[in-house]
């Protein structure tokens, strides 16, 4: 009788839970990201393709810094080799007391997927495990959840779980862990779940589905952040009947409960899931004014009042005919919303991360004229602005003279020099390598070893 019990258990436990094919701990000697194509092309090229490791925007947050360890923890889509398109879901750390970076360990091994949509996030748990949120790619890919063996330790993971995740933003808050992420419902539709433990999840809970007419397709993308543990909001676009091309509008809702209550900015309860595209979280129609929106990051000022970094463009074909391709800042002053334009750049993918003190804001992205005009990425800049995101000025060109486009640079949570932003390169109109980057805003820039003999090395110091 008890052996069939353990039998039927064990079944259970590997029918529910499989064992990745790739051993999880499993070193890599560098850090090489992955290059990927969407494969649409137009004349001015792929609608987005290039060095894609730290792809994309709306997984968040790629890296955490974690000040009990002086470490910061970093996950990026990897490959096997330079001639490779295999995905491996990477995780590595830069210690802060050493100036080196670790061997990168496979979380998991996406088994023959080139493709980093498939891209993890991180989350650091209470007691220092790290949670790592590998993608899905909508119900024909599964998402997974790991969990680090150690505290503050990248040598071993134990798989927590297997479901539909897509886009995952998973938030360490005072009252458990909010997870907000999207399922293809035959489009994309954002929903959430939370947890105490990381072990027990809630069922998950659909958070917005807005479509114009009853029957129509709905779908969005989101980027969120978390206000000193307190509350997570999060920013979205709606995309009409399902189309993703013709993504527009921007929207704006925040929870302090894990979920169990929603409210637009000015703290008006809200109805979820969002089903209707005149609702109190609608900041901008940019529907009537024909114009896409490409969500980028979101971050807080002081006060907790929330701010949205996105491109707005006129298509989604790259090229100068959907220029401008403009990069815009939406914040709550407390009293309404104000929408101010930073500067442009040359594609609906370039995408950087948006940075907010008590004095600068800053805004760290490929905006430079670039080695490969029209595609995604090119030369990094820096932006600031001294008076809560009104105006901006150039500060600092970051990279220059570069052989490929820089792409997708992403921000640690609660970052500390010099690791404050990282990112990839790579060409977008052919496969090429791509190796990962990191940088602070003195203008420093280093480059991860590709190749690497040790356990742990410095990285090489090129700007």
């Not at 979820?272 to 609702?279: A, C, M």
């Not at 280093?446 to 742990?456: A, I």
Request: charged residues 25%.
């Amino acid at each position: 009788m008890w052996k069939i019990i353990y039998l039927t258990i064990i079944a259970f436990l590997f029918t529910s839970h499989p064992v990745p094919a790739q051993t999880t701990g499993k070193k890599m000697d560098g850090y090489r990201g992955i290059w990927f194509e969407l494969n649409q092309k137009f004349e001015y090229g792929d609608k987005y393709s290039g060095g894609l490791g730290t792809y994309t925007a709306k997984h968040v947050p790629l890296a955490a810094y974690a000040e009990e360890v002086n470490k910061t923890f970093f996950v990026y889509g990897g490959t096997t080799q330079d001639t490779a398109r295999y995905l491996l879901c990477m995780i590595g750390i830069y210690d802060h007391n050493t100036g080196k970076v670790s061997k990168p360990t496979i979380v998991y091994d996406k088994k023959g997927v080139n493709d980093p949509h498939d891209n993890p996030s991180i989350m650091i748990g209470d007691d220092g495990h790290l949670w790592v949120f590998v993608s899905g790619r909508g119900r024909g890919r599964s998402g997974f959840k790991f969990r680090s063996k150690k505290p503050y330790d990248i040598e071993a993971f134990e798989m927590i779980s297997e479901k539909e995740i897509t886009y995952p933003q998973p938030w360490n808050t005072s009252n458990g862990y909010l997870h907000l992420f999207t399922k293809y419902t035959g489009v994309r539709q954002l929903f959430f779940e939370s947890s105490t433990d990381g072990f027990t999840w809630t069922e998950d809970k659909l958070l917005a589905a807005i479509a114009e007419n009853q029957g129509e397709r709905s779908g969005h993308y989101q980027t969120s952040a978390c206000f000193e543990d307190e509350k997570v909001g999060t920013f979205f676009n709606r995309h009409p009947d399902g189309n993703v091309d013709k993504r527009t509008d921007l929207y704006y809702m925040e929870t302090g409960d894990l979920g169990e209550t929603w409210t637009s900015a000015n703290g008006e309860i809200l109805q979820i899931p969002l089903l209707e595209p005149e609702n109190p979280a609608l900041i901008t129609n940019y529907q009537t004014s024909g114009k896409n929106v490409y969500m980028k990051d979101m971050a807080f000022d002081p006060a907790g009042n929330p701010v949205c970094l996105y491109l707005r463009s006129n298509g989604h074909e790259p090229g100068p005919d959907n220029a401008p391709y403009e990069w815009c800042l939406t914040r709550w002053d407390g009293l309404k919303w104000v929408t101010t334009v930073v500067t442009e750049s040359d594609h609906n993918y370039d995408m950087g991360s948006l940075f907010i003190s008590e004095k600068n804001w800053r805004i760290v992205a490929p905006l430079m004229e670039k080695p490969q005009k029209w595609g995604a990425g090119g030369e990094i800049e820096i932006w600031q602005s001294t008076n809560q995101g009104k105006t901006w000025i150039k500060t600092r060109e970051l990279t220059n003279n570069s052989r490929y486009n820089h792409s997708y640079i992403r921000k640690p949570l609660n970052f500390k020099p010099p690791f404050c932003f990282f990112w990839a390169d790579g060409h977008p109109n052919q496969f090429s390598k791509s190796e990962l980057y990191f940088g602070d805003f003195d203008g420093n820039v280093w480059k991860l070893p590709y190749v690497m003999e040790g356990k742990n090395e410095f990285p090489q110091k090129i700007y």
